[in-house]
């Protein structure tokens, strides 16, 4: 197993490497590390990060490493996208990770499997979100979010390569929960063991802090990034058909 960063000398890819885990250097943004590192490769993961590239790099980047990928002859493509990424919401990391899917779709690999988590649970742990004992966000308390532990998608992004055959074309939409944020605060309280309530941000507050994420309490609370075919407190997994062959459902 091979594993792609900028700074192999960090602590993260010295501990992977601890495992056993071949850590090479490269950039997604640099298309003669990236051919290196894809030689010989069977199958690729690959994610890209909106916060730190921007909506048009990101594209870029996700096209860029699916494309060089098919040409190096890898066989199983597994890319995570976001969830409603496939529902033209018109929010811009949304609809760029879209365009990254339909590229990989028209490549053509002989195998290949698109994740869409949500909301990760781990970002009302961030200093913008938990900031003392408020856990801050802007969407009105009763506007229930879906959400997934990372842990959680790691598990599915596993599968995706061991059961590879069963999941080959499927599109998955991945999530662990659903909760309002007076919920999250009660949650929080019982695990920090300490007090924390819930306090509504205006959303002008957040835009300071990020447009994307304003972008997306605005479209949350106006519920076109819910589930039409979920209900709430239910833990989400792959359709019906699709979950015996993922095997036990990871604890969200």
């Known amino acids: 197993m091979r594993g792609l960063t900028r700074n192999p000398d960090s602590e993260r890819a010295v501990a992977l490497a601890r495992h056993g885990i071949e850590v090479v250097k490269g950039d997604l943004d640099d298309e003669a590390t990236l051919r290196r590192a894809l030689a010989g490769a069977w199958g690729v993961f690959g994610v890209q990060d909106t916060g730190e590239a921007g909506v048009e790099r990101e594209e870029a980047q996700g096209k860029r490493l699916a494309k060089l990928a098919r ?30 899917e339909e590229t990989v779709r028209g490549l053509r690999f002989p195998s290949h499997v698109i994740l869409r988590p949500v909301f990760f ?77 819930f306090a509504q941000t205006p959303i002008e ?33 792959p359709r019906a058909h699709e979950a015996p062959r993922l095997g036990t459902q990871p604890c969200a």
């Open 71 to 100: 040409e190096a002859g890898v066989e199983h493509y597994v890319y995570t996208s976001v969830g409603s990424a496939h529902k033209q919401t018109g929010v811009p990391h949304f609809d760029n990770k879209w365009r990254i």
């Open 205 to 237: 507050q957040v835009r300071q802090y990020s447009k994307e994420m304003a972008f997306d309490a605005g479209m949350v609370r106006s519920r076109r990034l819910q589930r039409r075919h979920r209900r709430p407190g239910a833990r989400i997994r």
């Open 121 to 197: 649970m781990e970002n009302l742990l961030a200093p913008f979100s938990l900031q003392g004992s408020t856990l801050a966000w802007a969407l009105g308390p009763g506007t229930k979010l879906q959400m997934i532990a990372v842990d959680d998608i790691g598990w599915f992004g596993a599968r995706a390569f061991t059961d590879a055959a069963a999941l080959n074309r499927r599109e998955i939409d991945l999530a662990g929960d659903i909760r309002t944020m007076q919920e999250s605060a009660e949650i929080l309280t019982k695990a920090l063991g300490r007090p924390i309530a």
